[in-house]
């Protein structure tokens, strides 16, 4: 089942990683992708202030392309969408 982003985006599954502090966002984004098909797209909410750095390293580094980056930093909550290559 698909859901939409107020942009417009549609994501196929989300990861709800707030609470979880650095690498774990990552780590589990990471693993829920290895379960998902490619093309799908991936939402991930996280607080970690780190998480506005380490997620756009990791799709760079593993292949993924990072559709959005919302929010993020310090105190602020990050939303991003990650298509799976």
């Known amino acids: 089942m698909s859901n939409r982003t107020e942009n417009g985006i549609v994501w196929d599954q989300e990861l709800d990683a707030r609470g979880l502090l650095c690498p774990l966002p990552v780590l589990k984004a990471r693993k829920r992708l290895s379960e998902m098909q490619s093309g799908e797209v991936l939402r ?3 607080d970690d202030p780190a998480a506005v750095i380490d997620v756009p390293h990791f ?3 593993s292949g993924h ?4 980056a919302e929010g993020g930093g310090e105190d602020d909550l990050g939303i991003f969408l990650i298509r799976r290559r």
Do not use: F, M
């Open 44 to 46: 991930l909410v996280a």
């Open 59 to 61: 799709c760079a580094e």
């Open 65 to 68: 392309v990072l559709l959005t």
